[in-house]
């Protein structure tokens, strides 16, 4: 198994353009989630996902679309790029019976610089 | 509202010495909880969960709900224990599904 693979792993944009980081899983985990790591600030969740066709928000979704169409993938829009997006973002995916996500595995990350 | 609070951000200990790194969290029900851990220039891991009460890699956290603490506690540092720790309980908000609510992380480091 692959498990939760990211790509790019690097990115630099200028502020107002748009881009998709890629998020794919390979377990038939139902629960998929995106946070963005920040300095002094730890991980924080943006979207997050119970099962395909279905999203919700985190802490700090503005700025940021998400779509379920499969189980697998789970793609996080930046719509119009900012400064302040600029971060380390990271996928996770997790079993989840109850809809609540169990042990949380991590891609390896895409660093985003926002110019 | 409900949060994780990691007071330490940076933790420095010799090799040897004890260590805790601390996390409190604010809930009024019985959250599940969680250690993660990222070694240097690796993907964020599973440390350990308080229910399953097992020790990895010499590691142990002890859910305490009248202090509403969960510290990660290893009796004997070593270096390769140098990485970023991170207390993650599981909350809910709103009545619904979350995922999990990190802390701000605790740097530990292990010198020689």
């Known amino acids: 198994n692959a498990g939760v693979t990211q790509t790019p792993k690097f990115q630099v944009l200028k502020t107002g353009q748009s881009m998709t980081l890629q998020c794919a899983q390979d377990?038939?985990?139902?629960?998929m989630s995106w946070y963005r790591q920040d300095p002094g600030m730890g991980l924080r969740l943006i979207h997050y996902?119970?099962?395909?066709?279905?999203?919700d928000q985190g802490e700090v979704p503005n700025g940021y679309n998400v779509s379920r169409s499969t189980t697998e993938d789970f793609p996080l829009r930046l719509l119009s790029a900012a400064p302040s997006q600029t971060s380390v973002y990271f996928c996770?995916?997790?079993?989840?019976?109850?809809?609540?996500?169990?042990?949380?595995?991590f891609g390896p990350g895409t660093r985003l610089t926002v110019t | 509202a409900q949060r994780v609070t990691q007071p330490e951000k940076l933790l420095s200990v010799f090799k040897g010495a004890p260590v805790e790194l601390k996390c409190n969290y604010s809930?009024?029900?019985?959250?599940?909880l969680f250690w993660y851990v990222q070694y240097s220039r690796q993907r964020l891991q599973l440390l350990l969960r308080?229910?399953s009460r097992e020790s990895i890699k010499g590691f142990t956290a002890d859910l305490n709900k009248g202090e509403t603490s969960f510290h990660l506690k290893k009796p004997f540092a070593q270096e390769e224990d140098s990485a970023m720790y991170y207390c993650?309980?599981?909350?809910?908000?709103?009545?619904?599904?979350?995922?999990?609510?990190f802390g701000k992380g605790t740097h530990l480091i292990i010198q020689p």
């Open positions: 308080h229910i």
């Open positions: 377990m038939n985990h139902e629960y």
């Open positions: 809930y009024s029900g019985s959250p599940e």
């Open positions: 996770a995916s997790s079993y989840s019976s109850t809809g609540f996500p169990d042990e949380q595995y």
């Open positions: 996902s119970v099962g395909a066709g279905i999203t």
């Open positions: 993650a309980p599981r909350l809910l908000r709103g009545g619904g599904a979350d995922g999990l609510t």
